[in-house]
């Protein structure tokens, strides 16, 4: 038996994926909360999983609203039995964090501890966790589990739901046992933002604040790209180099009306003008305060490299859109901007920028999930919504100097 402190000795995502490719043909997930932070990092996985033979069934409990209505839209996409588990009752909640494979022969594995199936919980987190080859000697710990799951799978158990078809999920989204990814985000933001200055259950401040002090700026030296700005502007430099990584980050872009004939480019800008917040210390500050670089950065392009073209998938809504380009046009399409072309296609041929209609992404924000380079989540909101991820925002800027240009804005 292994003792995992995660992230000090190891990732139980890593551990995971691993265990995986090895002679297990079951999967059996059993997680209180699921993201798309961490069903989309092990997507790969999961997919090479079943393309060999394997089976995947997931227990999943959607209290406090730390399940996203697209993680179970992906999950239903990828498991051959899903359940919902859930106890009507306040004092009753579905915590449960087991992982399971096992074969025919027979041999299992099992973990378990407090890794939610969460980007954080198998990845980034502060989590413990054991995990072990069954033996005869915790044969019995097997069987326990086994047991609970035939309890979760019993159709007279009416604490666990199978779901079938994606209008159970759709339901569970209209009684807001789910709720989307940028939902949960922004409610978490804003009632953190709200907390109350004094109630009967707050901490009592025994000490003042000392206001007006600020720690003095760290002076860089950039090492990164020169990027040339617009006419009659000094030409700004990147504080860090521009490469390619996996790291997890949300950025969400003003569509307006769009451009092409299709109505599916989104500019992407080279640098921005910092409308509030800050980008001190991100990959995205420049030698000069307030400019910022543009969007085309987030996806690991170099704004000056306009040779580049890359290709990335999205994933909406439980499905991927392989495909959507990113590039830079020339001659008379050229407007100094790169363009993310939102025409990738579903394995059915559906295409993302036609989902909800031919026009269905103009005057929306769309919002961005870095999962690897190539490959985002993404969330579309009304523009009403503008006000609030702007205040969520740890940096927002425009894609020119203008007041009316568009917004983008890291998170």
């Known amino acids: 038996m292994i003792m995992l402190n995660q992230p000090f000795n190891g990732q139980l995502g890593e551990i995971l994926i691993d265990k995986m490719a090895g002679s297990y043909n079951k999967l059996t997930i059993l997680s209180a909360f699921a993201k798309n932070s961490g069903v989309l990092r092990l997507k790969p996985a999961l997919e090479q999983f079943k393309s060999a033979g394997g089976r995947i069934e997931a227990f999943i409990g959607v209290d406090a609203h730390g399940t996203s209505y697209e993680a179970v839209l992906n999950l239903f996409e990828l498991?051959?039995?899903?359940?919902?588990?859930?106890?009507?009752?306040?004092?009753?909640?579905?915590?449960?964090?087991?992982?399971?494979?096992?074969?025919?022969?027979?041999?299992?594995?099992i973990a378990g501890g407090?890794?939610?199936?969460?980007?954080?919980g198998l990845w980034t987190n502060f989590e413990s966790a054991t995990y072990f080859d069954v033996t005869q000697e915790t044969e019995n710990c097997v069987n326990e589990l086994e047991n609970l799951i035939i309890r979760y799978k019993d159709p007279a158990y009416d604490c666990s739901k199978l779901i079938t078809a994606k209008e159970d999920i759709d339901e569970l989204l209209a009684e807001d046992y789910l709720r989307s990814e940028m939902r949960i985000q922004m409610t978490a933001r804003t009632e953190g933002q709200r907390r109350p200055a004094n109630t009967a259950n707050q901490q009592v401040r025994l000490f003042g604040t000392q206001n007006g002090i600020r720690l003095p700026r760290l002076t860089?030296?950039?090492?990164?790209?020169?990027?040339?700005?617009?006419?009659?502007?000094?030409?700004?430099?990147?504080?860090?180099?521009?490469?390619?990584?996996?790291?997890?980050?949300?950025?969400?872009?003003?569509?307006?009306s769009l451009t092409g004939g299709s109505r599916n480019i989104l500019d992407l800008s080279k640098l921005g003008t910092v409308t509030s917040g800050t980008a001190a210390g991100t990959r995205y500050e420049t030698d000069t305060e307030s400019i910022i670089l543009g969007g085309v950065a987030f996806f690991d392009v170099d704004p000056e490299d306009t040779e580049t073209e890359k290709t990335i998938t999205v994933n909406y809504n439980g499905i991927d859109y392989e495909e959507c380009v990113i590039k830079f046009p020339t001659g008379d399409r050229s407007n100094g901007s790169w363009r993310l072309q939102l025409k990738g296609k579903s394995s059915t041929g559906q295409k993302i920028h036609t989902v909800g209609g031919t026009e269905w992404l103009?005057?929306?924000?769309?919002?961005?999930?870095?999962?690897?380079?190539?490959?985002?989540?993404?969330?579309?909101?009304?523009?009403?919504?503008?006000?609030?991820?702007e205040s969520q925002s740890r940096v927002v800027a425009t894609n020119g100097s203008a007041v009316d240009s568009k917004k983008y804005g890291l998170l």
Request: with cysteine.
């Open 362 to 389: 103009r005057f929306k924000i769309v919002v961005f999930e870095k999962i690897r380079t190539d490959y985002y989540g993404i969330s579309v909101l009304d523009e009403d919504q503008l006000a609030q991820l």
């Open 79 to 109: 498991c051959d039995e899903l359940y919902i588990v859930h106890s009507e009752s306040p004092s009753t909640t579905f915590h449960s964090k087991v992982y399971m494979l096992s074969n025919d022969i027979p041999e299992k594995w």
């Open 220 to 256: 860089q030296q950039p090492t990164g790209t020169v990027i040339r700005n617009r006419r009659g502007q000094a030409d700004v430099q990147a504080i860090m180099p521009i490469i390619a990584n996996n790291d997890s980050e949300r950025m969400w872009f003003e569509t307006r």
């Open 114 to 120: 407090s890794n939610n199936l969460t980007g954080g």
